[in-house]
């Protein structure tokens, strides 16, 4: 997205400008700009009371989906490195968020077998190639109504090629996640709409 237009949207708190900027100093991924602010509007409009995130990283989209919702929100993030679940949670600390965000440490197939609450949101973000190993329990724990959020589903752009004209290093990646993304745009419980946003975005709604 163009400077101006990222300009326009880019509206930072004190606290998340501190965790951008360590981000970026430290090379740590996470949501693009014109991704966190398509955030910010679904959690304003959607007002959800709880929220599922799969790829905490350093607690950047976390904290930005807690300061966009209301004070009773609960967000539950899964983040797989140990040292990222540390400074994850130094950040929410800081941002006096620690009652509200949790951070569960584990690979997100393992821990979204062993949660059993409903959730109203749920924003993808961990490995792209992992998304299809986690479709059922999606079902099991997103409400009717809730709303699914898939980042960097275009992969950057390798998804538009067929596997197999892929480099063999990112074959298995693209593969898996156009499987998830054939299976969630097929699927009769989910009306679902992709946009080119950052990385790509896929965003469904629970119907039945
Ligand atoms: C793009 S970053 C997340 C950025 C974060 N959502 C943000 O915008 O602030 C992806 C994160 O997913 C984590 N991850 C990768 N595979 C995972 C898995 N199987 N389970 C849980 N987390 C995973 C990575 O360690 C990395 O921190």
């Given at each position: ?123 993808l973000?961990?490995?792209?190639s992992r998304y299809i190993d986690v479709y059922d329990d999606i079902l ?8 699914l959020?898939c980042?960097?589903i ?5 998804i ?15 593969a898996n996640l156009r499987s998830f993304l054939e299976r969630l745009t097929s699927d009769d419980r989910f009306v679902t709409?992709i ?7 896929a965003?469904s709604?629970r119907?039945?």
């Amino acid at each position: 997205m163009n400077d101006y237009l990222i300009g326009l949207i880019t509206d930072r708190s004190d606290c998340l400008n501190k965790i951008y900027d360590e981000a970026v100093k430290n090379h740590i991924p996470i949501v693009r700009e014109d991704m966190a602010s398509l955030l910010k509007v679904i959690v304003h409009m959607m007002k959800p009371g709880r929220i599922l995130e799969a790829g905490t990283a350093i607690g950047y989209s976390s904290i930005l989906m807690a300061e966009a919702s209301s004070s009773d929100c609960i967000i539950d993030t899964v983040e797989i490195d140990p040292d990222l679940v540390v400074v994850a949670r130094e950040n929410i600390k800081r941002a006096n968020l620690e009652e509200r965000i949790h951070v569960i440490a584990g690979d997100m197939q393992d821990v979204f077998a062993c949660l059993d609450i409903k959730y109203d949101m749920i924003f993808l973000d961990g490995a792209k190639s992992r998304y299809i190993d986690v479709y059922d329990d999606i079902l099991r724990l997103l409400k009717v109504g809730g709303v699914l959020l898939c980042d960097n589903i275009s992969y950057h752009g390798k998804i538009y090629d067929e596997p197999k004209f892929v480099d063999r290093k990112h074959r298995t990646i693209v593969a898996n996640l156009r499987s998830f993304l054939e299976r969630l745009t097929s699927d009769d419980r989910f009306v679902t709409s992709i946009l080119e946003t950052g990385d790509g975005i896929a965003i469904s709604t629970r119907i039945k």
